[in-house]
């Protein structure tokens, strides 16, 4: 991973913010305008990476997902300006949710027509609400468990929001996985038999500086 004193400056100032929920929506705020344009600039990556990640999925003899199925509804947890929405509209799946902390950035998803239900002011870190529960064939999670946004146990909301052999999709940045120990949280609902991990891609590209690991599990 690059060091941190060598990020652009915007980058930097999204891996050191404090977690509160008020100073990440006005960051986020800040930035929505050009977040699309400067997130190219750096080749991210992690959508691409998350929606392939669904198209590959082959099964362990237990998931009744079928990955190619386009009629699949999807939450798209944390979906900032909407890109993981639209490559995913792109790759013919139609029924997609969206949430996040930022009211701004969901202005910008809402205005892209590509999602369903999208709703702004939705904290990850709080429980799910009843009527979004056990909803979703999947749910992608990506640029979220990052240094700054979130703790690893907030994996619990993603799996409450997925169906029983649903899949939840999740990108960790190498920082925050060794940091945080997202590991330890993850076998933690492992053990507990909420989950399966299926697929672990371990330093992938996130952007340009960055390394990512990329995690696709079964919801039991």
């Given amino acids: 991973m690059a060091d941190k004193e060598e990020l652009d400056p915007r980058l930097k100032t999204a891996l050191n913010l404090?977690?509160?929920?008020?100073a990440i929506k006005r960051f986020y705020a800040d930035w929505a305008e050009?977040?699309?344009e400067q997130t190219a600039e750096w080749h991210y990556a992690a959508p691409s990476h998350a929606v392939a990640l669904l198209q590959q999925l082959d099964g362990d003899g237990r998931i009744d997902l079928i990955a190619r199925d386009p009629g699949i509804r999807i939450m798209d947890a944390g979906c900032g300006t909407g890109t993981l929405g639209r490559l995913l509209s792109e790759a013919g799946y139609r029924h997609i949710d969206g949430f996040d902390l930022s009211e701004d950035m969901v202005d910008l998803a809402r205005g892209t027509?590509?999602?369903?239900?999208?709703?702004?002011?939705?904290?990850?870190?709080?429980?799910?609400?009843d009527d979004w529960k056990k909803r979703y064939d999947c749910t992608i999670c990506v640029g979220v468990f990052t240094p700054g946004h979130v703790p690893p146990d907030s994996l619990t909301h993603l799996i409450d929001l997925t169906r029983p052999g649903g899949v939840v999709i999740v990108s960790t940045r190498v920082a925050y996985y060794e940091s945080e120990n997202y590991q330890e949280a993850a076998e933690r609902f492992e053990s507990a038999g909420q989950i399966k991990l299926l697929h672990a891609m371990k330093d992938a590209t996130y952007t340009d500086d960055e390394r990512e690991h990329y995690w696709v599990y079964i919801v039991n």
């Fill in 18 to 22: 404090d977690g509160s929920p008020e």
């Fill in 34 to 36: 050009t977040y699309d």
């Fill in 113 to 129: 027509g590509l999602y369903g239900e999208i709703e702004g002011s939705v904290d990850i870190n709080e429980p799910v609400r």
